[in-house]
């Protein structure tokens, strides 16, 4: 099966109900999850957002995390995956933000990616972010960090549960 498949299948198993939020990924992951039979009814919306008046816009971004953190920061990530989950019935988010190359963007290497996971809990909203480094085209860091975000979901959904039975 592939990592798309997998997560479609996890999400069922676990009544879980995404949106994305995604900058350097483009609609990348939505469109992944998309070619899974089925998937239609675990996928409530995706975030296509490329520009900060768009992340702040319609993510709830801050100004200040983006000026102080840059637009490719975990900061960032997190802010728009929570964001995702404010006006959505989703209750698990991915956001990405990077540079997918072939040059590097304000002192930040070709292929740096952010990603963020937020869950809705019985407690509230639980958010992990990490960042991966991915070499290759700009389409093959594309897939790569789409993949990539898939692939830690249940990982970070896990977490979030353990963290919510303290």
């Given at each position: ?26 609609g ?20 296509v957002v ?10 709830r ?7 102080t ?10 802010e ?37 996971w ?8 639980s ?22 975000s ?17």
């Open positions: 099966m592939s990592i798309a498949g997998d997560t479609i299948q996890y999400l069922r198993e676990h009544s879980l109900l995404l949106t994305t939020a995604e900058s350097c990924t483009a990348k992951i939505i469109t992944l999850l998309s070619e899974v039979e089925g998937s239609g009814e675990l996928i409530e919306s995706g975030y490329y520009s900060p008046e768009a992340k702040q816009r319609l993510l971004v801050n100004p200040y995390t983006i000026e953190y840059n637009l490719t920061s975990c900061e960032v990530a997190q728009m995956a929570v964001g995702a989950l404010h006006d959505s019935t989703a209750n698990v988010a991915v956001a990405t933000t990077g540079i997918l190359g072939p040059e590097d963007v304000d002192g930040i290497p070709a292929g740096t990616i952010c990603f963020a937020a869950y809705q809990t019985e407690s509230g909203v958010v992990f972010s990490h960042e991966h480094r991915f070499t290759g085209s700009r389409c093959q860091v594309q897939l790569l960090a789409a993949d990539h898939l692939q830690l979901l249940p990982h970070f959904h896990q977490r979030a549960l353990a963290d919510d039975r303290k």
